[in-house]
């Protein structure tokens, strides 16, 4: 039937206790992933402990795929998940929780990319190999190999179909909070600053320097919805050393001060 079977063996037990010991049986394989496709007895299930609780290492796997390093993710995963079964500790709940884990951390860089991620596993494929995931640790890494392996070649894609001033963009979007300007966005892309100004504003129509001051602006506006958030603090949180010039750059931008805007705001939430 091309099918696999796990088979779990019960004690003899009388009619009445027939349906409890069929759950004990449904409980034991839930909680053997490991001996997915093998015969076991339940004596021998139910004399194994499950301590503590399994978990992955998000900041190790963050990092791993902002480097698009699917080598070292699908080892770690597999060390992990072999770790788990040895320790008894890996079940189908374990592995659902390993898995929405790499998938949030894969839809978030799929996102910085402005990727559809749900487009892109909304497949037969993709949908049969999540489903089978939990089955078994084999499984699992066959469904984050196939779940890398597509987000990574659509990321390289998109990288090389972008513009300059889209690259840019990006940057300036994952690091406006930091102390960044022409110079060093240039050296980030391995270009000449006063070239990489050129296009930018013949792509854009606008200065480098205006782009992150407006985007450092959006946020602060952002921030200023707020009202538990100091204005000082604001202004910190999006890249500005000096409250004065902040203050200046964001009446330029908004017409107002930022004091003034939250004013606005306030007023126009109590009127809503």
């Known amino acids: ?67 698009r390093d699917k080598r070292a993710i699908l080892q770690y995963v597999k060390d992990h998940l072999e770790e788990g079964t040895k ?10 929780s390993a898995r929405q884990t790499l998938l949030q951390i894969v839809y978030v860089e799929l996102a910085k990319a402005d990727c559809k991620a749900p487009d892109l596993f909304n497949n037969a494929v993709a949908q ?54 022409r110079n060093s966005i240039a050296e980030e892309f391995y270009v000449n600053p006063e070239y990489l100004g050129k296009i930018y504003k013949r792509e854009t129509g606008k200065n480098l320097k205006d782009a992150v001051s407006e985007y450092r602006i959006q946020k602060a506006k952002e921030l200023l919805s707020h009202p538990n958030i100091r204005i000082g603090e604001i202004a910190m949180e999006v890249g500005f050393d000096s409250f004065a010039y902040f203050s200046t750059l964001f009446k330029k931008y908004t017409g107002t001060t930022p004091n003034e805007y939250r004013k606005n705001l306030n007023v126009e939430t109590k009127e809503d």
């Not at 987000?151 to 889209?166: C, D, V, Y």
């Open 1 to 67: 039937m091309n099918s696999i079977l796990t088979v779990c063996i019960c004690n003899p037990c009388r009619v009445e206790n027939l349906y409890s010991m069929h759950q004990e049986a449904i409980q034991a394989l839930v909680h053997n992933v490991a001996d997915y496709g093998t015969c076991f007895h339940l004596s021998d299930a139910q004399a194994e402990t499950i301590n503590g609780s399994f978990t992955l290492d998000t900041k190790k796997l963050e990092e791993s795929v902002f480097k």
């Open 87 to 96: 320790t008894k500790q890996l079940s189908i709940e374990a592995l659902q």
């Open 128 to 181: 049969e190999l999540s489903e089978k995931s939990v089955q078994s640790m084999m499984d699992f890494i066959r469904w984050a190999n196939y779940l890398l392996s597509t987000a990574f070649s659509k990321l390289e894609l998109t990288a090389r179909q972008e513009t300059i001033s889209q690259k840019v963009h990006r940057y300036i979007k994952e690091h406006y909070a930091e102390n960044i300007d």
